[in-house]
């Protein structure tokens, strides 16, 4: 059974950082694509990252050059490192995985 754990949400000030977490079982991180999704209040859920088996990454242009998506195979778990957060990017953070699964999500609120 696939279990995702997200991690690492919080508060933080418009301009700071968070990194978050996605802890696997049930599956390996470094066969499938893995993603990040956000879902803001009131809106639909968006797609934020992908880390393909490969390696290659790919971000949504909003978050494009301050967010980045890593992965450690070792711990089988898949990481968005955020910087220069705005307000906008409030949101409740998920991950999926290629071969099945949703996290719960960690929330994120970017705010002064």
């Known amino acids: 059974q696939v279990q995702l754990v997200e991690s690492g949400g919080g508060l933080v000030q418009p301009g700071g950082s968070l990194s978050l977490s996605c802890a696997a079982s049930?599956?390996?991180?470094?066969?499938?694509?893995m993603d990040w999704y956000r879902q803001a209040p009131g809106k639909e859920r968006e797609w934020v990252a992908v880390?393909?088996?490969?390696?290659?990454?790919n971000y949504a242009d909003s978050v494009k050059g301050r967010f980045t998506i890593s992965r450690d195979n070792a711990k089988n778990t898949v990481y968005l490192q955020m910087n220069n957060l705005k307000p906008e990017d409030t949101a409740v953070y998920y991950c999926?995985?290629?071969?099945?699964?949703w996290g719960r999500g960690t929330q994120v609120t970017v705010s002064s």
């Open positions: 049930g599956t390996i991180v470094s066969i499938y694509a």
């Open positions: 999926s995985s290629g071969g099945g699964g």
């Open positions: 880390i393909t088996k490969t390696g290659s990454t």
